[in-house]
């Protein structure tokens, strides 16, 4: 399969793309996003479960918002049911994805509990009151451990990033569809830098006024998704 490395600038041109595609029909985008929402407020009142659930079932949803993507593209109706559409027939190999991240995710913390030190997981798990002195060690240890986090987790997103889509749309297995997801981001990395420090910018922006921009933002973020893998996966550049 052809990875197209694309120029750094197209890293912005995925996120004016996604605004395009959202702008076609922002009602139905900010429906769609506001009852993935709700749906994640919902599994989020299950204590532990919850939360594990949403991330097994997070490239599904995501699967079913980028099919609404290509058929708005090819000038289809995005309707609400495409939130569901991952379920119909790829369930089983988009939940493997989502089971693969969250074990990722898991370790990851574990990871960072462990460089943290023993009185960082009695302050995080216990809820341990610590003195001034403890306290200096935790931040110390905390910058520590959200450095490790973060370094892990890039490569784990990069994986997921498109595995949702290359399952879709290639019909490829899901620990392959991470793989070349992993190693598309890598040849792409510059753009990638910039669109995420786009984002970072344009999130800062959307929540100042009450965090209405985010309304936009969000349906934004996500046709850009699909933007970026059209633009090094898709049938024409």
């Known amino acids: 399969m052809e990875v197209r490395q694309v120029d750094g600038k197209q890293g912005w041109q995925w996120i004016v793309s996604g605004f395009l595609l959202f702008r076609r029909v922002p009602l139905v985008w900010i429906l769609l996003c506001t009852t993935l929402l709700l749906i994640a407020a919902t599994l989020a009142l299950i204590p532990v479960a919850g939360q594990f659930i949403f991330t097994l079932l997070s490239p599904v949803f995501l699967a079913g918002l980028m099919i609404g993507c290509r058929t708005l593209e090819r000038g289809g109706q995005l309707e609400m049911a495409h ?5 119909r027939s790829t369930a089983t190999p988009l ?12 370790l990851i913390v574990g990871a960072a509990m462990l460089v943290g030190g023993e009185t960082m997981r009695d302050l995080l798990i216990a809820g341990r009151r610590v003195d001034e002195n403890e ?11 959200l450095l490790v986090a973060l370094s892990l987790s890039i490569p784990l ?9 290359l399952v879709i749309f290639k019909n490829m297995p899901p620990l392959e569809a991470m793989r070349i997801s992993f190693f598309a981001c890598v040849k792409n990395i510059v753009a990638f830098q910039i669109y995420g420090f786009i984002l970072v910018v344009l999130t800062i922006i959307a929540t100042i006024p009450y965090g209405l921009g985010l309304f936009v933002l969000v349906p934004t973020l996500f046709a850009s998704i699909y933007a970026s893998y059209q633009d090094i996966f898709g049938d024409e550049p």
């Not at 306290?135 to 451990?145: D, G, I, K, T, Y």
């Open 83 to 87: 939130l569901l559409a991952g379920f």
């Open 95 to 106: 939940v493997t994805i989502g089971g693969v991240y969250l074990v990722g995710q898991v």
């Open 135 to 145: 306290l200096q060690e935790v931040m110390s240890s905390s910058l520590s451990a």
């Open 157 to 165: 997103m990069m994986a997921a990033w498109f595995a949702p889509l």
